[in-house]
């Protein structure tokens, strides 16, 4: 990846999913944190904010704020936590920390759902795109370290499969992604690419069933972008009868 596709991912903040309130206070208060949570009248994705007391980690110098975010677009946070898996990381200091990560193929899902169904003006929509872009370039990488690592390991075959198969079956048969990949055919080669036609796949996904889904997803898609084109011609003719 470039800098632009580094920057395109980039947040200034960090973003933790949560279920419950009761998740929130208990994660507060193992930081000594004060926990805020969202009302009615605010538009927001976040369930609740932390306030945290970290001299010097903020702008201010004082408070760090931390989001808690509920549901997203596309998916409940229940769906977001069960595609999720443990790395460590190691701090400076030598210290190990677990946390739990959102698989790229959930991530990507997510974003398809937000072009979909989230309002945004022309800027935000392309920087949607970039990052659904890079997303298929991550989830095309990641599952092909999967499939390598079945050739070691035949027990993780099943893992590997069912992280393939969120996007080559559920993602692609979702109404919302074929009429994305129509108004921006931009993403097709992207996320057809997002399955690597790696040897390490059984033989039958390989020579069958890859193929197989491309050319349905690519049928569905141009019959999608046929029936808009139709529909904007009969508009058109409608409109210069008058």
């Known amino acids: 990846m470039n800098d632009a596709d580094l920057a395109a991912l980039t947040s200034s903040d960090l973003d933790i999913v949560s279920e ?19 009302g009615m009248d605010d538009h927001t994705p976040n369930i609740a904010v932390i306030d945290l007391e970290r001299p010097g980690w903020s702008p201010d110098g004082s408070h760090l704020i931390v ?10 946070a229940h769906q977001l936590i069960t595609w999720s898996e443990m790395i460590e ?3 400076e200091n030598g210290q190990t920390v677990c946390l739990r990560v959102v698989v790229p193929e959930m991530l990507l899902w997510t974003r398809i759902a937000n072009l979909y169904m989230r309002r945004m003006g022309p800027i935000a929509v392309q920087r949607e795109l970039r990052r659904t872009k890079v997303l298929c370039q991550i989830v095309s990488e990641h599952l092909e370290n999967l499939a390598q690592e079945t050739m070691v390991d035949p027990s993780l075959r099943r893992i590997a499969l069912k992280h393939a198969s969120l ?44 193929p197989n889904w491309q050319n349905w997803l690519i049928a569905r898609v141009e019959s ?7 529909r904007r011609g009969e508009k058109e003719m409608s409109m210069s009868s008058f």
């Not at 989001?67 to 409940?76: F, H, I, L, S």
């Open 67 to 76: 989001d808690v975010m509920g549901d997203v677009y596309g998916a409940t």
């Open 224 to 230: 999608i972008i046929r029936h808009q084109g139709n």
């Open 167 to 210: 996007v080559y079956q559920w993602i692609a048969k979702q109404n919302c992604t074929r009429k994305v990949l129509a108004r921006h055919p931009e993403l097709i080669d992207p996320y057809l690419s997002a399955v690597p036609r790696t040897p390490f796949w059984p033989t039958d996904l390989l020579e069958h069933g890859l």
């Open 20 to 38: 419950t309130k009761d998740n929130v206070r208990l994660l507060a208060r193992a930081w000594g944190g004060e926990p805020r949570f969202a």
């Open 89 to 91: 990381i190691t701090l």
